[in-house]
């Protein structure tokens, strides 16, 4: 196996220059995690001295000092952003990025081409193919490998990802997954409980200072609980759940067992997903949502709550509606973990070369039909199909 590892390099943006303005010794490298920057800076103590207490986005004095480093989390910066908007599929950022004198300096890792311009105004710096020994070095390194993940823990993992076994509620049970590999259960929930712990080791970092956020002022203290609202609909011979933390929807669910913990039947906004989907009518757009979704996955389902009932779009007119044209594929994964579905419409997309595509709700495809032809959608999709 080999892959391409390309070298990028582009002006630092404001925050990033104001920190270095001044401070010609200081090195900085960076680790996304998820919307926030975890940062190191290095140079002399005169610098490091006068930056401490400094820092932009509202974090000032709030960092970790080491004997000739600090330490900090902030909030993420709008290039960094910007390039993991832009990077492909199929393509991976390698931490750290790296700030010096002036410029930002970041390596991406892809299993193929990729397009340069990956952000506006960078430079391809430079390109290495990458071959077994240095490849493996370059993904431990980075955190993208787990070392000792066997074969067989990766494929009972990914099998348990993509069946539903991790979804709220479950889709798939242990026993489902391990029939659909061909392996005894036992067996699979052997391979699975020892990639997880591997998971969770690898993660430990991450969450340890996720948790560190309260100190730093990041994070609002005391989430508000969630409560979990449920109904049986007659119309698609499913459940309708709904999670609801303070006045926003975390999560809808349409599924065949009833969920537990339910703390009622009734609920404003799940009276109106029952009436959508009861009548094909009904504009929910205006429902207040609070879902655990990365940025790109965020645009992605605001743009699909734009999409009104009776009407349908492809995945690579959502992908051009968000200023990414080439990530159809992408935008398929985003509908595929849409935490709210019928709230956010995923039904209503459908692939550009005919026919209904996969849904993600209870029912799967046929759930889908059912949705788009109540709406009145489905002779829509039947002429897409036929014209391609």
Wanted: one cysteine or more; hydrophobic letters at 40%; glycine letters at 10%.
């Amino acid at each position: 196996m080999s892959a391409n590892l390309f070298t990028f390099s582009a002006a630092a943006d404001d925050d990033m220059a104001t920190l270095m303005s001044g401070h010609g010794s200081l090195r900085i490298d960076g680790t996304p995690l998820r919307d926030m920057l975890l940062m190191r800076l290095q140079g002399s103590a005169e610098d490091l001295d006068d930056i401490e207490g400094s820092f932009p986005n509202g974090i000032e004095g709030r960092v970790l000092r080491g004997k000739d480093h600090l330490i900090a989390l902030m909030p993420m910066p709008g290039s960094v952003a910007e390039i993991l908007d832009h990077i492909e599929e199929g393509a991976y950022l390698l931490p750290p990025l790296l700030w010096e004198q002036g410029r930002l300096t970041f390596r991406i890792l892809a299993f193929g081409e990729i397009r340069s311009g990956t952000k506006p105004a960078t430079v391809l710096e430079s390109r290495t193919v990458l071959r077994g020994d240095r490849l493996e070095e370059e993904l431990l390194a980075s955190g993208l490998l787990l070392p000792s993940l066997t074969r067989r823990q990766g494929e009972s993992l990914l099998a348990a990802l993509e069946s539903g076994y991790y979804d709220s509620p479950r889709r798939a049970s242990g026993a489902e997954v391990a029939k659909g590999m061909g392996i005894a259960r036992s067996t699979f929930e052997e391979h699975l409980r020892s990639a997880e712990a591997q998971l969770i080791k690898a993660m430990s970092p991450v969450v340890r200072m996720r948790l560190q956020e309260k100190e730093l002022g990041l994070e609002a203290v005391g989430p508000e609980a969630v409560q979990l609202f449920a109904s049986f609909s007659k119309d698609l011979g499913l459940y309708v759940s709904m999670s609801v933390r303070g006045d926003k929807v975390t999560r809808v669910d349409l599924t065949e067992e009833p969920p537990e913990d339910v703390s009622g039947d009734a609920h404003p906004y799940l009276s109106r997903v029952l009436e959508l989907i009861a009548t094909g009518r009904g504009d929910l757009g205006d429902i207040p949502l609070d879902m655990e979704v990365t940025p790109f996955e965020r645009q992605v389902l605001e743009a699909l709550r734009t999409v009104p009932p009776g009407e349908v779009v492809t995945y690579g007119q959502i992908a051009r509606l968000i200023g990414r044209p080439q990530a159809s594929r992408a935008v398929g994964h985003a509908c595929a973990v849409n935490p709210a579905i019928v709230l956010v419409p995923c039904h209503r997309v459908v692939p550009a070369a005919g026919g209904l595509g996969n849904y993600s709700g209870g029912g799967g495809p046929s759930t889908k039909r059912w949705l788009l032809e109540r709406e009145g959608a489905l002779p829509k999709v039947e002429k897409r199909s036929r014209k391609d």
